[in-house]
């Protein structure tokens, strides 16, 4: 005779344990590592190009601070943050929405002043950061399965 406190008879029952971390959140950390080691690997890579070099020598100051923030800063911020969803700690969410809405917000804004108009301007800017957007609702919607406990330094 089959125990009812088998992990299947759990599973069958629809009933979640608490502290486990659900199949769609450990595939979307998964794919938010690999999402963001791919930018980290290219901008490692172009500092060693001396012809990228040479196209970053006559840019401004703040164009330099975007690129360095945009393919190294934004991705390593938003690993993290999947890290610690990974570890089923809610803050993280937080964290990882530090480093993609501004990068988002940035591209709508380009894209506007690029079109010159507001609704095509809108539209293609989501367009262009449709995974971004939906990393960050897919995030929102598992946000029910990470611990609430407060902030603390036991990483």
């Known amino acids: 005779m089959e125990s009812w406190q088998t992990e299947e008879s759990v599973d ?10 659900s199949v769609m959140l ?6 938010t590592w690999v999402g963001c080691g791919f930018p980290l690997v290219l901008a490692a890579l172009s500092l060693f190009n001396s012809d990228l070099t040479k196209a970053f020598t006559n840019v401004s100051s703040y164009s330099g601070a975007w690129y360095f923030l945009e393919w190294f800063g ?31 917000a940035f591209s709508i804004y380009t894209t506007i002043g690029l079109t010159k108009s ?4 809108i ?23 990470l611990s609430r406990k407060p902030v603390s330094t036991d990483f």
């Open 118 to 121: 507001l609704g095509p301007g």
């Open 12 to 21: 069958s029952l629809g009933v979640e344990l608490k502290g486990r971390r």
């Open 123 to 145: 539209f293609f800017g989501f367009l262009a950061n449709c995974f971004s957007i939906a990393f960050v609702i897919i995030y929102a919607t598992e946000m029910n399965k």
């Open 74 to 104: 934004f991705p390593i911020v938003c690993t993290l943050g999947a890290v610690f969803m990974f570890q089923l700690k809610r803050w993280g969410f937080w964290i990882y929405c530090l480093g993609q809405i501004p990068p988002v």
């Open 26 to 31: 450990t595939v979307v950390c998964i794919l």
